[in-house]
């Protein structure tokens, strides 16, 4: 497919497992982005690549959260050690370059819950 | 801090009437605010975008007017249709931003009765 690919759709984890969801951007995309929509809510940013560089990870709610880019083409978002506030959909965003004003495509995001 | 406030939450609308959605933003070094529409199961997509250079901008029946001044923007969805029912998201940033992040406001949850 043409578009940014989630996976998986749906989680499920026990409080205290880690988790780790992938984002397959765009071909050829420069910016990848990372944000958590809660229920009912708009989202919100969590990090940015460009390439394979983290330029900004402001959004991270906390050290139990990581990110990755290591080729500057697919992202896994890693939350260890689980809470029950990180249940969310988390999305994924590519553009086709870095900087602002740049079209940003959205995956379908991954639901997580946590129990 | 919420930085982009958007209202109504929700909104109801007869089929061929006008939805209105309306946002006001905090931050003077916003330069860039698209509107994102999301259908249930999806990511968000880009709708219409518009830059504090112009008042207004339209596309088939999606219009943003903007008011720099009131630091406000809202969205116009002229002859609404039944498809059109969805979340609706404005969203900021900073032309000097190096990162292109978008501030999203809550969303508004728009139904077009048939």
């Known amino acids: 497919g043409a578009g940014v690919s989630q996976s998986p759709r749906y989680k499920v984890a026990k409080r205290g497992q880690d988790v780790a969801l992938r984002c397959d951007p765009i071909?050829?995309?420069?910016?990848l982005f990372w944000y958590q929509q809660a229920l009912g809510q708009g989202p919100e940013f969590l990090t940015y690549?460009?390439?394979?560089?983290?330029?900004?990870k402001s959004g991270l709610p906390s050290d139990r959260f990581f990110a990755e880019r290591p080729e500057g083409s697919v992202s896994t978002l890693k939350i260890q050690r689980t809470q029950q506030e990180d249940s969310a959909v988390y999305l994924c965003?590519?553009?086709?370059?870095?900087?602002?004003?740049?079209?940003?495509?959205f995956g379908a995001g991954t639901r997580l819950s946590v129990l | 801090q919420q930085q982009v406030k958007q209202s109504p939450q929700s909104l109801i609308v007869q089929k061929g009437g006008i939805s209105i959605i309306n946002c006001a933003y905090e931050n003077t070094a916003f330069d860039y605010f698209p509107w994102y529409q999301q259908f249930p199961g999806k990511g968000p997509a880009l709708l219409i975008a518009i830059r504090p250079d112009v008042s207004e901008k339209k596309e088939g029946r999606f219009t943003i007017s903007f008011n720099k001044s009131a630091k406000q923007f809202s969205l116009h969805i002229m002859d609404s249709q039944p498809g059109d029912s969805a979340t609706y998201f404005c969203?900021?940033?900073?032309?000097?931003?190096?990162?292109?992040?978008?501030?999203f406001g809550q969303g508004t949850t728009l139904q077009v009765k048939p």
């Open positions: 965003a590519s553009s086709r370059t870095s900087g602002a004003k740049n079209i940003q495509y």
């Open positions: 690549f460009q390439n394979e560089a983290q330029l900004d």
């Open positions: 969203a900021a940033n900073h032309g000097s931003s190096n990162t292109g992040k978008l501030i």
């Open positions: 071909s050829g995309h420069v910016s």
